[in-house]
């Protein structure tokens, strides 16, 4: 256990950008080989543009790294936050530090991006995506990137999260959006059962419908749990009648030029379709 630590407490920069290029490229092999769906799109064209947000995050990200750092450092050399209640062995303290990491980094920031009105028009960027595959999970508006890290530091604190751990996390923070995005097909009973306890791709599916109330489900990034302790959860029969986007901005000149992608969360604020609202399915 102590070479794990060491390990991510001297993370190697090829490790991380590893796991996020490499999962990319990965995946996107895999998905011309076992596609969920067979989408008519530029596929290139569409990497690129979701790609250029994954620039804009890599820039904040590191922008503010040093404010997480000084958190961490904080808090571990105080012994400040939740893991200091109980003496934890260094395994506890990952499967504890990881799943309240999660928690309050992942959960409850997608939670609350779909509850606040001026935060939701940043997170609608990603929304936006009608045809979904790895690169969506890299498509943040730079303002989503700023609140989301905002969380992620205030959940070091509150966690007492070490630099290791916050290594650990994030390192499976970004291979699951990798996975759930992901536009590959598997078995549904595989699916399912291991969305008892993970955010699965055909799970992660459902919160990309365009229309409510299946938009405003399955909010998880790696773990499932929280989402149905807080009866967030929803399934599909079949994932393929599922219509990705978010039904306020279908046209392809909003949701699929760079320029206005970046000026929405600015723009007027749009009611969803009050006639779309309680189907579970989209009609034919």
């Known amino acids: 256990m102590e070479s794990l630590v060491n390990f991510f407490d001297n993370i190697p920069t090829e490790f991380r950008a590893g796991i996020l290029i490499g999962g990319v490229v990965v995946f996107w092999i895999v998905e011309g080989t076992l596609p969920l769906f067979t989408f008519q799109y530029k596929k290139v064209r569409h990497a690129g543009l979701n790609l250029f947000f994954t620039l804009t995050t890599a820039v904040i990200g590191f922008g503010l790294a040093g404010v997480l750092l000084t958190a961490s450092d904080l808090v571990a050399n105080n012994q400040f936050g939740l893991l200091y209640v109980v003496d934890l062995p260094l ?39 009608t045809t979904v595959d790895v690169t969506t999970g890299l498509r943040h508006h730079p303002g989503e990137t700023i609140f989301r890290i905002a969380f992620t530091i205030l959940a070091v604190i509150i966690v007492g999260a070490p630099m290791w751990l916050i290594m650990v996390y994030q390192s499976l923070s970004v291979l699951f959006a990798h996975i759930t995005h992901a536009n590959i097909r598997m078995p549904k009973s595989v699916d399912r059962a291991l969305s008892w306890l993970f955010v699965t791709p055909l799970m992660h599916k459902v919160h990309h419908h365009y229309t409510q109330p299946l938009t405003d489900t399955n909010y998880g990034n790696i773990f499932s749990i929280w989402d149905r302790i ?48 309680q189907n579970l399915v989209p009609k034919k």
Not at 230 to 257: C, R, S, W
């Open 91 to 129: 395994w506890g303290q990952l499967i504890v530090g990881v799943l309240l990491l999660d928690f309050i980094g992942a959960y409850l920031v997608h939670f609350t991006e779909h509850k606040v009105k001026w935060m939701w028009k940043f997170h609608l960027v990603h929304h936006s995506d």
């Open 230 to 277: 807080f009866g967030t959860f929803a399934q599909v029969e079949d994932t393929k009648e599922l219509i990705y986007g978010i039904d306020t901005h279908m046209d392809p000149k909003e949701n699929n030029d760079m320029a206005n992608l970046l000026k929405i969360p600015f723009q007027p604020y749009r009611v969803p379709e009050e006639a779309q609202v």
